[in-house]
């Protein structure tokens, strides 16, 4: 495609560049006109039978891609993920798994003699959004009411980073992505790791009791616990992601406190109210926290 | 500034292009159809999606009556336009009189539809996908058969005040062109609400 | 025709007040037809600022010059500006000029529906600025809306948009855009009723067509984003459900709609560079337009493809494979007859004496860079290569570069061309050249690198990056190409100015044209013509200065 329209390109600005040079008027000129030629039946055919050839032959390569990526088998042991839209965070599911988590994506490397790819359900809880990680696949939206489907199938282990790629308000330009292609064994360690129940310690219970008692428990869930809120991400496993609000900041104990004081001041206009919490209470959580392994 | 002509005299052309008005008024026809096709395409897409609410089956009455009024209003415009062609100003106000009533009729017809889909089959624009497409298609084409029975009604009291004559029928003919549009329109949206939506 | 006591050559003063009504009452095309340019410079300006404001804050990663909030007002009011409130209306503006004078008639066809048309238009403007002031967000003070320029559902919908920054953005659209069709009904029936005799179809200027199918498609768009917007209000106001989601509603049939008047809608900018174009390269390669018919062709066909393209826009939305296909094969068809006035235009050089005037110049840079807009497109138009490249900068990049690159080029071209015309003076060859070459290097330092950010992954719309994503120096390379491209609008500003107050008297024809509007004084008489010209040609003024040679000997 691209060696196609840079041919084009080419020969077209030669001519162009050579018509301005050969043709310009002289200042030996004297004022003649040059003859009016009116066109020419040959040369109109010329120039519109070799681009239409040239639109067939790109129109066949590419309907041949379109058919191969949106009507790809599914191998049977394709990994299935639930991808759901938020305003400005991205929540997964993995059905066959029980497992739901949010913002940081997990699957294994695929191999080209024994594929197993990720097929990514695209559903939306609010306003259109659309998948993008460049070096993965091409972006396919989010939208709601409607159920998208996308696959990928990454050979190479690695982190992969993308984020939103259709306006969804005000943070649109926040709503990271980060695709973590793990080997086999790997990816089925942490499956296993975010299939447990929420880790309880008791040394934290001051700040799982200010969590439970306030507005927390409406918004996020963490499992085996009295919150069990859809709005906003899963925390069970809170400790096993390396970022926090959609990949805007690492996760660190600071940026957490930071957080949960302030939302606005690291996402302003994200959904998550400031909590108004004391600085005892404040510290209490983001130690409940730490310890969502 | 050059005024002659360039390379012959202006009297051996004949030259007669389309008139304005006519040619005017199909432009407009033409920017009003694609917005109610948009409508109708919506319409069509939602049949029988509402997730709620009553259904097209049990709140609609087919209007036959009112239909035809309106659609006969066509015929009586044509006959009121062919009338002041002929100079007769008094067959034209008759017929002319004659599409007014049968227009407004129908715009009493729909008027007393709403009513009782409104107030006793409980069916309002904000009731389900069924009220928001039904009543804004409608709507809209009852809105410019407002429009036209307001343009009806002047045309009408110039004739009363003896102000109308024969060299006015070519823009009442512009006018009329309006009037079947607005027919056409109703019976695309007869077709698609009543019959086909049912 | 003077019986006065004192010499008729001295101009009688009037009062400011008395030349203000004449102004703002006046029917006449040539005074509207200023006015829509002079309001749409102006809507140029506060766009750019704008746009200055964008390419400020991301000029490197984490910049904070504008909140979020800010700066997603900015891109909307940017958009909805450029497009409605200064591309529309400067096309008109040179439509509404033009026409008459080039078809040998004295006013378009209803002079004063063009009055109400351009009131309506400009009305349409001041109410969506009025949103500064007049719409309560949620954040308190007025402001702007802050949807995008194409307003996704459900965005739009009360629960996501509160207070009434939409509805600003769509009533003044919904008023600009009744406007518009008034415009192009009055366009459509000046070309089909009110050209001179001799003048068939023919044998009007190449302009007139392009003109004719650019009115065509306004009547067939403007209308879905009419109905699409009433039906956005149904839902803010009434409770209707079209794109309610929880009632059922659809958010992409919103996208449907605004497509289909969307694509049309960038044919409509575009149609009138190709007519500006058509115009000049001929005269300043001193031969006729090549292939006339076949131009006339292509712009027919490019006209009715335009309706079939729209859900291009559409190809990361997830439809069928089916559908995908469909679209990008009109939308690779539509590319034939756009390479077809290409290769036209550079046949009519080719042969010619070409004269490097200013609006050659200007004309010369958009074949260059409609050429290059043109294959991005074709490379977009392939829809694998969009799900990939789809709502990142690369299509921003595309999208400036047809707007920018091509219209703005050719509008400019325009300018120079017919400003002589307009006001009777000469403007100045170095300010022309000097606007030219500050805008061309600054519209390729900014769109030229705009396309790299787009393929190493850079979405639009967003109003800061993360660095490390190798987007940082492009971004940079980006911005400073804006002030370039403010020092080349001062400079054309400039040479206005001092073309309007000291440029030498331009008489009738200083270009050696051949189309009619050459035949008048300069300015033209408020009656145009005389006496109605009658002609055998479509350069009927070839035809007079080469008598021994005329265009009406050759069948073409």
Redesign the interface.
């Known amino acids: 495609m691209l060696g196609v329209t840079a041919v084009i390109l080419v020969v077209v600005f030669s001519l162009l560049a050579y018509a301005l040079v050969t043709f310009r008027s002289r200042t030996d000129d004297d004022n003649r006109e040059p003859p009016q030629v009116y066109g020419s039946n040959q040369v109109e055919l010329a120039w519109t039978v070799v681009p239409v050839l040239i639109v067939v032959a790109l129109f066949m390569a590419s309907s041949r891609v379109i058919a191969t990526i949106q009507n790809a088998e599914r191998p049977a042991n394709a990994i299935e993920v639930v991808a759901t839209g938020h305003q400005f965070w991205w929540e997964y599911r993995y059905p066959g798994l029980n497992v739901i988590t949010a913002n940081e994506l997990h699957v294994p490397v695929s191999d080209a003699s024994n594929p197993t790819p990720t097929f990514i359900t695209l559903l939306s809880a609010d306003m259109d959004h659309s998948f993008w990680v460049p070096r993965l696949a091409g972006k396919t939206d989010l939208i709601p009411n409607r159920t998208n489907h996308t696959w990928i199938d990454p050979h190479e282990v690695g982190l992969y980073l993308g984020q939103c790629a259709q306006y969804c308000g005000t943070q649109h330009a926040k709503m990271l992505l980060r695709v973590y292609v793990q080997p086999r064994a790997e990816f089925d360690r942490w499956i296993q790791e975010q299939q447990q129940q929420a880790v309880t310690n008791q040394s934290v219970s001051e700040g799982r009791h200010v969590f439970e008692s306030t507005a927390c428990v409406n918004c996020h869930t963490v499992s085996g616990t009295r919150a069990n809120g859809r709005f906003g991400p899963d925390l069970t496993h809170l400790m096993s992601r390396d970022t926090i609000a959609s990949g805007v900041a690492d996760n660190t104990p600071d940026n957490l406190r930071q957080w949960i004081q302030n939302p606005d001041a690291i996402k302003p206009g994200a959904r998550m109210p400031a909590m108004g919490l004391g600085a005892h209470q404040l510290e209490a959580v983001v130690a409940y926290l730490g310890t969502l392994r | 500034m050059n005024a002659s002509p360039m390379t012959m005299t202006a009297g051996e052309l004949k030259w007669e292009l389309p008139t304005r008005g006519r040619v005017g008024m199909f432009c407009l026809i033409a920017a009003e159809t694609s917005i109610f096709v948009i409508f109708v395409v919506a319409y069509i897409f939602y049949i029988g999606k509402s997730l709620t609410g009553p259904m097209p089956s049990e709140a609609l009455e087919v209007p036959i009556f009112f239909t035809i009024c309106l659609l006969s209003s066509s015929f009586t415009i044509h006959l009121a336009v062919k009338a002041l062609r002929q100079s007769d100003i008094r067959r034209f106000s008759r017929w002319w009189l004659a599409t007014l009533a049968l227009g407004a009729t129908f715009l009493y017809g729909t008027a007393r539809e709403w009513q009782r889909l409104i107030y006793e089959v409980g069916l309002t624009i904000s009731t389900n996908l069924f009220g928001t497409t039904y009543y804004s298609l409608v709507g809209l084409h009852g809105l410019h058969v407002v429009v036209g029975l307001i343009l009806l009604s002047i045309v009408m009291a110039f004739t009363w005040l003896g102000r109308v004559r024969h060299e006015h029928a070519y823009r009442v003919d512009v006018l009329s062109l309006y009037w079947h549009f607005v027919d056409a329109v109703w019976v695309v949206v007869f077709t698609v609400v009543y019959i086909i939506g049912r | 025709m003077s019986t006065l006591a004192f010499p008729t050559t001295l101009p009688i003063s009037r009062p400011f007040v008395d030349r203000l009504h004449e102004w703002v009452t006046t029917v006449d095309h040539k005074r509207l037809g200023i006015l829509y340019i002079g309001y749409a410079l102006v809507f140029l300006c506060i766009g750019g600022v704008e746009a200055t404001v964008m390419r400020v804050q991301l000029m490197v990663p984490h910049n904070d010059l504008v909140?979020?909030?800010v700066f997603?007002r900015m891109f909307t009011m940017h958009g909805t500006t450029m497009i409605f409130f200064v591309a529309m209306p400067i096309v008109f503006g040179f439509a509404n000029y033009m026409l008459p004078l080039m078809l040998g008639a004295r006013d378009m066809?209803?002079p004063r529906l063009n009055a109400f048309s351009f009131w309506l238009t400009a009305f349409g403007g001041l109410l969506l600025y009025f949103s500064l002031l007049g719409a309560s967000g949620l954040y308190g003070a007025g402001n702007a809306p802050?949807v995008?320029w194409f307003a996704?559902?459900?965005?739009t919908s009360q629960t996501?948009s509160r207070g009434h920054s939409t509805d600003f953005w769509t009533l003044s659209l919904l008023v600009s855009g009744i406007g518009s069709?008034g415009t192009?009904?009055?366009i459509?029936?000046t070309i089909?009723?009110?050209?001179c005799?001799?003048m068939t179809l023919g044998k009007m200027p190449m302009f007139a067509w392009l003109i004719l199918v650019m009115a065509f498609l306004v009547?067939?768009?403007?209308?879905?984003l009419?109905?699409?917007q009433?039906?956005l209000t149904?839902?803010r106001y009434?409770?209707?459900?079209?794109f309610d989601?929880?009632?059922?509603?659809?958010?992409?049939?919103w996208m449907h709609?605004f497509w289909?008047f969307g694509h049309p809608e960038v044919y409509v900018l575009v149609m009138p560079a190709f007519a500006i174009v058509s115009e000049i390269i001929p005269v300043f390669?001193?031969?006729?337009l090549?292939?006339?018919?076949?131009m006339v062709a292509a712009g027919v066909a490019i006209g009715f493809l335009a309706m079939s393209v729209w859900a291009h826009h559409m190809f990361?939305?997830?439809m069928?494979?089916t559908a995908?296909?469909f679209f990008?094969?009109t939308t690779?068809?539509i590319?034939?007859p756009t390479?077809?006035k290409?290769?036209?235009w550079?046949?009519t050089?080719?042969?010619?004496?070409?004269?490097?005037k200013t609006p050659m110049l200007f004309c010369?840079g958009f074949?260059?860079q409609f050429?290059?807009a043109g294959?991005?497109g074709?490379?977009l138009s392939?829809?694998?290569?969009?799900?990939?490249l789809?709502?990142?900068y690369f299509v921003v990049a595309h999208f400036h570069y047809v707007i920018v690159g091509g219209i703005l080029f050719a509008v400019f071209g325009a300018f120079y061309y017919w400003f002589p015309k307009m006001s009777g003076k000469m403007f100045s060859e170095t300010l022309g050249r000097l606007h030219f070459l500050l805008f061309l290097i600054g519209f390729h330092l900014t769109f030229d690198f705009m396309h790299l950010p787009g393929l190493?992954?850079m979405?639009?719309?967003?109003?800061?990056?993360?660095p490390g994503?190798g987007w940082d120096i492009w971004n940079l390379i980006v911005t400073a190409g804006v002030a370039f491209q403010g020092a080349a609008i001062l400079v054309f500003a400039g040479g206005l100015v001092w073309a309007y107050f000291r440029g030498k008297p331009a008489g009738?024809d200083p270009w050696d044209a051949w189309t009619l509007e050459w035949?008048?004084?300069s300015p033209p008489?408020p009656y145009n013509?005389?006496?109605?010209?009658?002609?055998?040609s479509r350069r009927?003024l070839w035809?007079?200065k080469?008598p021994e040679?005329?265009?009406?000997k050759?069948d073409?």
Request: hydrophobic share 50%; glycine share 12%.
């Open positions: 909140s979020p909030q997603n066809a209803f802050d995008g996704y559902a459900p965005l996501f069709i192009a009904v009055n459509l029936t089909l009723c009110v050209r005799p001799g009547l067939l768009a403007v209308g879905p009419t109905a699409a009433i039906m149904i839902d009434l409770g209707g459900h079209f989601v929880q009632a059922g509603g659809s958010a992409v049939m709609f289909i390669s001193r031969k006729g090549f292939g006339y018919p076949f990361t939305v997830g069928s494979s995908n296909t990008m094969m690779m068809a590319g034939v390479g077809i290409i290769f036209n550079l046949a050089l080719w042969g010619g004496r070409i004269h490097f010369l074949l260059f050429l290059i294959l991005t074709i490379m392939a829809a694998p290569f969009d799900w990939q789809g709502n990142s190493l992954g979405p639009r719309r967003i109003y800061t990056y993360e994503r009738n035949a008048t004084s008489a013509f005389a006496a109605i010209p009658v002609v055998r009927p035809d007079l080469h040679d005329p265009d009406w050759y073409q």
